[in-house]
C-alpha cells in the first residue's frame, strides 16, 4: 500500500515538473519589475530626449543617405502611449490564453489578435524608416483598422505630390484598402 502512494506521489511530481517546463519554455519573455532597471532606463530616455541624431550611410553607388531622427516631445509621448495600449491589449490577451475557462478556438484566437498587434507595430516602425528615408524629419504613422494616419514633421510645407508619395508608400505596405491621411507638422 505505501510503495503505491509513494509512485503516485512520484508520477504526480514529475507530470507537475512537466507541465511547468513546457509553460516556462512557451510563455513570453517575463518583464523587469526591477525598479532600479526602470529608473535607470527612464533616466536614459529622458538624456536622448530633445537630441537629435543623425545617421549618414553610404550606399553601393557612391550617394550618401542621411536620416535625422528629431527628438520631438510630443512625438515621443504618442509613441509611447501607443505603446503602452498595445502592451496592455496584448497582457489581456496572453491572460486569456492562459484561462483554463476558454477553449481552444478562443484561445487560438487571442493568439492571433497578439500576432496581428505585432505585425501591425512592425509594419508601423517599417513605414516610418521608409517615410523619413524620403527626407522628412520625423514621422509617426498610427494604423487602426482601415485607417492610417501619418503625421510628417517637416521644415516646409509637404507639396502635393510628396504627400501622394507618402500615400502610395503607405498603400504598397499595408494594402489598397487603407484610407490614408497625412498631416505636416511645421518645425519653427
Known amino acids: 500500500m505505501l510503495l503505491k502512494k509513494q509512485t503516485v506521489w512520484l508520477l504526480t511530481m514529475l507530470s507537475l515538473v512537466v507541465v511547468l517546463s513546457v509553460y516556462y519554455i512557451t510563455s513570453p519573455e517575463p518583464k523587469s519589475n526591477d525598479l532600479k532597471a526602470v529608473e535607470q532606463k527612464a533616466a536614459d530616455e529622458s538624456q536622448t530626449v530633445g537630441k537629435q541624431e543623425t545617421m549618414t550611410k553610404k550606399n553601393t553607388d557612391g550617394s550618401t543617405v542621411t536620416v535625422k531622427q528629431a527628438g520631438d516631445d510630443a512625438f515621443e509621448v504618442l509613441r509611447m502611449q501607443i505603446q503602452d495600449d498595445r502592451s496592455k491589449m496584448k497582457e489581456d490577451l496572453e491572460t486569456k490564453i492562459g484561462s483554463t475557462d476558454l477553449s481552444a478556438v478562443e484561445k487560438s484566437k487571442a493568439k492571433d489578435e497578439i500576432n496581428q498587434l505585432n505585425q501591425l507595430s512592425h509594419e508601423e516602425e517599417v513605414l516610418e524608416t521608409l ?8 514621422v509617426l504613422v498610427r ?10 514633421k517637416s521644415k516646409e510645407v509637404i507639396s502635393k505630390a510628396e504627400a501622394n508619395n507618402i500615400i502610395q508608400t503607405v498603400r504598397t505596405e499595408l494594402g489598397a484598402s487603407q484610407l490614408v491621411t497625412v498631416e505636416t507638422i511645421p518645425i519653427k
Open 131 to 138: 517615410i523619413k528615408a524620403m527626407k522628412f524629419d520625423d
Open 143 to 152: 494604423a487602426d483598422g482601415d485607417k492610417v494616419l501619418v503625421t510628417v
